[in-house]
């Protein structure tokens, strides 16, 4: 069993910055494809961004890509994502996710999730 501990949300003016971290325990953390999803309030939770087991794929929702970038350190076993150029809009809970081998942008295709971190864009 994968645990993972989301951390680095916080309240943040609309243009700033914020880098959120994802820990992983539990297994082997190159062997696992991460990805991040966000959820607003009343909102379903949608794909944001993921990265390849081995980090050399990444991919990315159109409404982040150009602001926000995912990468992974293998031996701290964490995977981050900073995001830059925050809008209102990005407001949610964010939370990180894992599956053996490979990479999904969707949902279904993650076994692990970790309980989230807030992120919140003053505008």
């Known amino acids: 069993q994968v645990q993972l501990v989301e951390s680095g949300g916080g309240l943040v003016q609309a243009g700033g910055s914020l880098r959120l971290s994802c820990a992983a325990s539990?297994?082997?953390?190159?062997?696992?494809?991460m990805g991040w999803f966000r959820q607003a309030p009343g909102k379903e939770r949608e794909f944001v961004s993921a990265?390849?087991?081995?980090?050399?794929?990444?991919y990315y929702a159109d409404s982040v890509k150009g602001r926000f970038t995912i990468s992974r350190d293998n031996a701290k076993n964490t995977v981050y994502l900073q995001m830059n150029s925050l809008k209102p809009e990005d407001t949610a809970l964010y939370y990180c996710?894992?599956?053996?081998?490979?990479?999904?942008?969707?949902?279904?295709?993650?076994?692990?999730w970790g309980q989230g971190t807030q992120v919140t864009v003053s505008s």
């Open positions: 996710a894992a599956r053996k081998f490979g990479v999904a942008t969707t949902l279904g295709g993650y076994s692990y």
């Open positions: 539990g297994g082997t953390f190159s062997n696992y494809g």
């Open positions: 990265i390849s087991w081995v980090g050399t794929s990444t």
